[in-house]
């Protein structure tokens, strides 16, 4: 820990200018003698946000006027150009204090320590980095890489944020069945030829039953006219995060999303006043997505908002063509299931 930096400016050169040898010496021998200033471990949010933390100790004695808080910057000598000081609201009693930093850009390393002001005096904590390793694609979306095989975006596709639902696709359709703006409706406005919302009738790849399917069917009984094909995976041109996105950006796999279950730590957590799951890299706990629990459509109904998740991947069930692979997840219990084509779930795009 570094003990006091400086003296403030002014005030400091006209006070030490008063002063003998002997009674500078005396102010040398507090400065050992001050409050402990910690710098602790800074804690990464997923979507431009990080929480900074110092801890101060050692203020028996000490004046009650004082100020503290966390200084940060992009340049690793605090310049006061690329730095910034922000205060918190400190009681005497408390010895952590926190934070939150928004706005972060992607890629760069970020300087902070822990700071504490009493009079004249300016103590500093430790120096430490962070480094935000959100990177952005040339389509301008923010991923996060949770040491797995594949980078996984920030947030849902329709939605702004990791929080914000976003829209609701059957499997392989490449739009949604009711009109922009009415993802979360009760009653949405449909689009034209779809009041029947999300249904076989309404499904992009069969003739308005699960057994006339003419595109993904690996079994004659399912096909139209016994049509059989061996597509098992979404092509880009069906697949909506591909098709919305563009660039390498693609739905997951089946078994990414099982790569995700089985090597992340998984928590159903409530996020900026949103339920869902957060799902922390073993590699290093810093790092995390929040997928938010959206529920599903079926018909013109919206179901379990707030209750589960149910998020497509790209991967026919080949077992029953009728079927495709989607993530679950509630408060109680997370699985990769199967569920019919034609039902409206939610798409997190990945990036290899």
Request: proline content about 3%; hydrophobic content about 30%.
């Amino acid at each position: 820990m570094k003990r006091i930096i400086r003296l403030l400016p002014a005030a400091a050169v006209l006070f030490m200018g008063m002063l003998s040898c002997d009674e500078k010496e005396s102010i040398k021998e507090e400065k050992q003698s001050g409050p402990k200033i910690e710098t602790l471990s800074a804690d990464k949010g997923t979507f431009k946000v990080a929480t900074l933390s110092g801890r101060v100790s050692g203020l028996d004695g000490v004046a009650l006027d004082f100020e503290c808080g966390i200084e940060y910057s992009t340049d690793e000598s605090f310049s006061d150009e690329y730095s910034t000081r922000q205060k918190v609201d400190k009681k005497y009693n408390e010895d952590s204090y926190s934070i939150t930093v928004s706005g972060i850009q992607p890629g760069k390393k970020y300087y902070y320590r822990a700071y504490y002001i009493n009079q004249l005096l300016i103590y500093y904590g430790d120096v430490k980095t962070i480094t935000f390793e959100w990177s952005i694609d040339v389509n301008g979306y923010e991923y996060v890489d949770l040491g797995l095989s594949v980078l996984w975006a920030t947030h849902n596709l329709g939605a702004e944020k990791p929080e914000d639902y976003g829209d609701y696709y059957a499997w392989g359709d490449t739009t949604t069945k009711y009109q922009p703006g009415y993802a979360q409706s009760e009653s949405p406005q449909w689009k034209l030829g779809m009041l029947d919302g999300y249904s076989w009738k309404n499904y992009r790849f069969c003739n308005k039953t699960n057994n006339s399917l003419f595109k993904y069917c690996s079994k004659s009984d399912y096909g139209l006219d016994g049509m059989t094909d061996t597509l098992t995976i979404l092509t880009p041109a069906d697949d909506v995060a591909h098709y919305r996105w563009g660039g390498n950006w693609r739905m997951p796999t089946q078994a990414e999303f099982k790569e995700l279950l089985d090597s992340c730590v998984c928590e159903f957590i409530t996020q900026n006043g949103v339920d869902g799951l957060k799902v922390i890299s073993r590699k290093d706990s810093s790092k995390s997505i929040f997928l938010p629990a959206a529920g599903n459509r079926d018909g013109t109904g919206l179901n379990y908002v707030g209750s589960y998740g149910s998020y497509w991947s790209s991967s026919l069930y080949a077992g029953l063509p009728y079927y495709a692979w989607n993530f679950f997840f509630s408060s109680g219990d997370r699985y990769s299931g199967v569920g019919n084509r034609y039902n409206g779930r939610s798409v997190r795009p990945v990036c290899p």
